[in-house]
């Protein structure tokens, strides 16, 4: 199994700046590709923005130019840097990760960290 743990998050002003991140943990794995998704308050969970192993990146076209995605393979870590933070962009953060254990690959979730943007 694989374990996901995130950090930071939190409130902000519209306008400002925050950096979630995202740890991965276990035995006998690799990762493909890891992500962040958001839930908004009563809708659906969405892709914000997704790297994988050879550092490709996709952003969600309401984050383009303000989210940054950035990945340690090294160390199986996962980073979003968040700026210009509007009011929409609250919701309950997602880490993702696409991972092969023991030869099975599946998708795993970290718990959520919320962010939430006041106008």
């Known amino acids: 199994q694989v374990q996901l743990v995130e950090s930071g998050g939190g409130l902000v002003q519209a306008g400002g700046s925050l950096r979630v991140s995202c740890a991965a943990s276990?035995?006998?794995?690799?990762?493909?590709?890891m992500g962040w998704y958001r839930q908004p308050p009563g809708k659906e969970r969405e892709l914000v923005a997704l790297?994988?192993?050879?550092?490709?990146?996709n952003y969600a076209d309401s984050v383009k130019g303000r989210f940054t995605i950035s990945r340690d393979s090294a160390k199986n870590t996962v980073d979003l840097q968040m700026d210009s933070l509007k009011p929409e962009d609250t919701a309950v953060y997602y880490c993702?990760?696409?991972?092969?254990?023991?030869?099975?690959?599946?998708?795993?979730w970290g718990q959520g960290t919320q962010v939430t943007v006041s106008s």
């Open positions: 790297i994988t192993s050879t550092s490709r990146t």
């Open positions: 276990g035995r006998r794995f690799s990762i493909r590709a």
């Open positions: 993702n990760a696409e991972c092969v254990v023991r030869g099975t690959a599946g998708d795993y």
